[in-house]
Each structure stands twice: as structure tokens, then as C-alpha cells.
């Protein structure tokens, strides 16, 4: 994209010479290169101006006033994604990753080709509380329709092979289910039994023995059946997950300094008043990996402390926290500066555990952050005043983070700088010490007299780093190793 024509106000849209007369009388024009800068590219791109298909007589004073026009416009800038260019020199966009975990923490993975599906069959249960509402909901009302149906023809045979349904009118003759002379009124005694309904019309005689037994049969299986999928509608309902959505993270991962240390950040809290009882956070880095061997592990996951050492990862969440990460040696951030972090491609996962405070079954809730997603020198915004007898949290600025001083190398580049610094004060306090033995020797032995001419007497006093006092120098010495000297012995 170039940059406005603002930038050189004085310069004419085409450089034009004028050339001598050929004899046709014409004046001719040449018309040079043009050179337009472009801001974000970064380089200077030389375009050829065709040549003006008429020629437009224009006064310096318009060309000036277009120029000024041009300036005032406010600039456009493009922050789309980073363009790539396909086979053919066409540009188009980066290719996205492929998210492990959702934001909203839905796991990105569906498994295929399973030759074992029988097992599924072996935990029923479970498998009909894990399937989606529609299916449940058909589920729960199959099971009850075809038990229904299933004992209502078994009546509906019964009667028909004992010669009920021609005797209906016959007063001497003893049915085996009193007012059953059809496959509705046999359907409608099913029901009446497995839910125990009895609205009294239809009665099983004594003359039947295999209606009592069949009667029997069905009381329990009906028992069975309310007590399964009751059980399962139960369980659905109250399961924790949608305790999960009350459970925030930030939009974006920062890092930044905490205490002269890089530190990966994230933000998490609660929206309820219940709190989680027992809440532990995890990390994980998932990213493709190749062993030594030449093994290929596309997701690979490496483990990220949050403070399982120190306790830090059980958290009190009653108002929204920090997770901090400390990139040490053990950290897989170590080697990753400011530049090479907008080359990666890796995820980081973030799982939130606890108890429920309500019902006491376990929660788990979960998000990730991309490369992209990590904002390298920013840190987050307060978002905690205290007010009158309560704290206020405002979590409208829970995901607003703003820009920090913070070092563009790596975790490992800052920590070898500033181990270099503390050995160059080290041996310059040791070597200044050697150097004047002397001093040193005077300065142990006769306290009082370094004292004075360090104020300004007779000693000249050395200067190490921004210290002046002698005192503190001969304390400096003592550490390093150079004077062995009692404090005892110079008060003495």
C-alpha cells in the first residue's frame, strides 16, 4: 500500500521536461518514475506514470491545494493478517491452528474407526447420560413406549388365545382381565399396572394364572425401568457443566515482568456468589515435537507450573486472580523471546478444578490461548476498588490489558545479562581490594581514623560502583574473602 502523495507536498503529480521543438511545433513531454514510499512495507517502490491521455492545464495554486486536501485526510491502515503468497503469486491469509480446546472448553477431537463400539454397551448408563438433550429426551420417552406396548400385546395375545374376545357378552364366562376386548383396552391396563395407576375398570381375575404372573413380570420390570431413567434424567440435569460457564478466563495470555522475572499471565474468575470449594488450576503446553529418535509427536503436551510446588495453584477464588507463570529453566519458555513468539505455533490449555459449593460434585472448567492470543509487554488492568464496607469488582475491565516496559529477549538472554552484571561488580570490588591493601589493612585496624578521613581527613577514599564509604567497602571486602578481620578486634 503506498503512502499518501502528502509527503512530498512539492513535488508535481508527473515530472515533465520540456523538450526542444521537432519541427511539428509540439511541446513533448517525458514523464520519469515515480516513487512512492510505503509505510508498513518498509522499502521504496518505483512505478512508471503513463502518459496522460489529454493534456489537463493545471495552475501550481490547485496542485498546493490538492496536496493540502491529501494531508489533512486521515491515514489508513491496514492490520489485517499476515498475507502469504500461494503458487501463482496469489496472496491469502495465514493458516489458522487448529484449536485442541475451544475457548468455551469443548474438547476439538472426535474419535473414528472404533472396532470396539460394544463397550459402550457395557456402561449403559453412563453412555445415556453423555448423550445430548434430543437424544435423551427421545430415549426417555422410547423406554416407557415400547414397555408399554410390549406387555399391552402380551395382554391383548393372552386374552385373544384364551377366548375372551368371543365371550365378551357371556356373563358365565370368567375373563383373565375383566373389560379387555380390544389391543387399546389391553395397551390402557399396561399402563394402569407399570405405573401403578388403578382407575378400577379393568381387574385381573383369580382365573388366570399366567396374567399373575405376567403381572408380576412387568410391576418389576416397570420398577426397573422408572428407576433407570429417572436416575439418568437426574443425573443430566444436575450435572456440574453449566457451573462451568460462570467460570471466566481472559481473551489473552500476557507476559511481562513480575519481580525482575518473565512471567506468563492469565486472568480467571468466578461470576457466582457459591463459591468453588477446593479450586486447583493446571496448565498445559500442547505442541508438535520431534524426538532425538526422528519421532514425530504431534501433540505433544508439556506441563506448565503455576505453583504446584509452592501451593500457589489451589486458589481462593472469591475475586478474580492472576495466574502467574514464572519462566525459569524448567519453564518451556526459556528459550523464547519477544521475536520468536510471533513465529510459534503452539497452545496453552488452562483447567480449572473444584467442588461445587451447592451440590459437592466436582467442576471442571477449561480454555486455551493460541501464539497469537499471547501479548508479549502488556499486563492486565486493575479492576478492584474498595468501597463503602465491600470490595468492588468491576468486570468490565476483565479483559482489558495495557502495554508495559518489558525486554524483547528471552527469558535466558536476561538472566545470562544480569548474571554478567553481577560478575563484573564482583571482581571490581575484589580487584580494587587487592589493588589497595594498604588501605584496607588501615581502614580494619584503625576504624576511627578511616571513618574521619572518609568524611574528608587524610585518606583518599576509592570509589566502587556509587559507594563513597570506606565502611561499607571494607564490609563488601569481608564478603568477598579479602579481610578476615573481627569486628571485635577493630572496635577493640
Known amino acids: 500500500m503506498a503512502m499518501e502523495n502528502s509527503l512530498f507536498p512539492s513535488r508535481p503529480d508527473s515530472l515533465s521536461l520540456p523538450v526542444e521543438d521537432q519541427g511539428d511545433g509540439k511541446e513533448v513531454q517525458v514523464s520519469t518514475g515515480v516513487c512512492n514510499v510505503s509505510e508498513e512495507l518498509g522499502h521504496v517502490v518505483t512505478t512508471e506514470t503513463a502518459p496522460p491521455a489529454a493534456k489537463v492545464n493545471r495552475s501550481f495554486q490547485a496542485k498546493l491545494a490538492e496536496r493540502e486536501a491529501n494531508a489533512n485526510q486521515p491515514r489508513k491502515k491496514t492490520q489485517g493478517p499476515e498475507k502469504e503468497r500461494g503458487r501463482f503469486g496469489w496472496a491469502r491469509a495465514r493458516r489458522k491452528r487448529q484449536r485442541y480446546v475451544e475457548k468455551n472448553g469443548r474438547c476439538n477431537v472426535q474419535h473414528g474407526n472404533m472396532q470396539e463400539t460394544y463397550r459402550y454397551l457395557t456402561d449403559i448408563f453412563t453412555t445415556l447420560v453423555d ?97 433407570f431413567m429417572v436416575g439418568c434424567m437426574f443425573v443430566k440435569i444436575s450435572q456440574p457443566n453449566k457451573r462451568a460457564e460462570t467460570l471466566v478466563f ?24 457459591s463459591h468453588i470449594v ?18 514425530f509427536i504431534p501433540l505433544d ?28 529453566t524448567h519453564s518451556p519458555f526459556w528459550d523464547m523471546s519477544q521475536a520468536q513468539l510471533e513465529k510459534e505455533d503452539f497452545e496453552i490449555v488452562v483447567i480449572l478444578e473444584g467442588m461445587v459449593e451447592a451440590t459437592g460434585m466436582t467442576c471442571q472448567a477449561r480454555s486455551s490461548y493460541l501464539a497469537e492470543e499471547v501479548l508479549w509487554g ?52 575484589s580487584s580494587r581490594l587487592d589493588e589497595e591493601p ?55
Not at 370368567?174 to 399402563?191: G, H, M, W, Y
Not at 507450573?305 to 500457589?312: A, L, P, Q, R
Request: glycine share 8%; aromatic share 10%; net charge negative.
Open 131 to 227: 448423550l445430548n438433550w434430543r437424544c435423551s429426551l427421545f430415549v426417555f420417552v422410547m423406554a416407557y413406549a415400547v414397555t408399554w406396548l410390549f406387555f399391552g400385546a402380551i395382554w391383548y395375545l393372552i386374552a385373544y388365545c384364551r377366548g375372551d374376545l368371543d365371550h365378551l357378552g357371556d356373563d358365565n364366562w370368567t375373563p383373565c382381565v375383566n373389560n379387555v376386548n380390544s389391543f387399546i383396552s389391553a395397551f390402557l391396563f399396561s399402563i394402569e399396572t407399570e405405573t401403578t395407576i388403578g382407575y378400577g375398570h379393568r381387574v385381573i381375575t383369580d382365573q388366570c394364572p399366567v396374567g399373575t404372573m405376567l403381572l408380576l413380570l412387568q410391576a418389576i420390570l416397570g420398577s426397573m425401568v422408572n428407576a
Open 250 to 273: 481472559s481473551k489473552h495470555a500476557v507476559i511481562s515482568l513480575r519481580d525482575d522475572k518473565l512471567c506468563l499471565m492469565f486472568r480467571v474468575g468466578d461470576l457466582r456468589s
Open 278 to 295: 477446593g479450586a486447583n488450576m493446571r496448565a498445559k503446553l500442547i505442541k508438535s515435537k520431534q524426538t532425538q529418535e526422528g519421532e
Open 301 to 328: 503436551q508439556t506441563d506448565i507450573s503455576v505453583g504446584f510446588e509452592t501451593g500457589d495453584d489451589r486458589l481462593f477464588l472469591v475475586s478474580p486472580l492472576v495466574i502467574s507463570h514464572e519462566i525459569d
Open 378 to 429: 502488556h499486563r492486565f488492568s486493575p479492576m478492584m476498588s474498595l468501597a463503602e464496607g465491600f470490595f468492588d469488582v468491576d468486570y468490565g475491565a476483565f479483559h482489558h490489558t495495557f502495554e508495559v516496559d518489558t525486554p524483547s529477549c528471552s527469558a535466558r538472554e536476561l538472566s545470562l545479562a544480569a548474571a554478567r552484571l553481577d560478575a563484573h561488580l564482583y571482581w571490581s570490588i
Open 438 to 492: 594498604t588501605l584496607i589493612g588501615q581502614a580494619a585496624t584503625q576504624p576511627e581514623s578511616s571513618s574521619a578521613g572518609s568524611k574528608g581527613g587524610d585518606l583518599p577514599p576509592f570509589l566502587v560502583g556509587e559507594m563513597t564509604n570506606i565502611q561499607e567497602q571494607t564490609g563488601l571486602g569481608e564478603l568477598n574473602g579479602s579481610v578476615t578481620t573481627d569486628q571485635s578486634e577493630s572496635e577493640a
